[in-house]
Nanobody, 122 residues
């Protein structure tokens, strides 16, 4: 199995910055895509950003130019640098990884973090 541990959420004033981290551990053979989603109470989870194994990135229009996703393959960690935060960015942020495991390396599954709260005061 894969465990994802998120950190870096918290309270920040509008215009400020936060950096989220998500470290994956477990019986990991390979990690393909990593990413971040976010969710407000009562709403569906929405994509924030993704990064593939070759470093290609994709962002939601609402965060382009403000958020940056990156990965450290040696640490099996994905980061989300969030700048110029707005009150509407206040959500619970979830990381995910698409990974295969030793013993079943032909099969890729998606694993989710527990979520970290980001609060932005106006």
């Amino acid at each position: 199995q894969v465990q994802l541990v998120e950190s870096g959420g918290g309270l920040v004033q509008a215009g400020g910055s936060l950096r989220l981290s998500c470290a994956a551990s477990g019986n990991i053979f390979n990690i393909n895509t990593l990413g971040w989603f976010r969710q407000a109470p009562g709403n569906q989870r929405e994509l924030v950003a993704t990064i593939t194994s070759d470093g290609s990135t994709n962002y939601a229009d609402s965060v382009k130019g403000r958020f940056t996703i990156s990965r450290d393959n040696a640490k099996n960690t994905v980061y989300l640098q969030m700048n110029s935060l707005k009150p509407e960015d206040a959500r619970v942020y979830y990381c995910y990884v698409d990974a295969s495991l030793y013993g079943s390396h032909w099969r890729t599954q998606t694993y989710w973090g527990q979520g970290t709260q980001v609060t932005v005061s106006s």
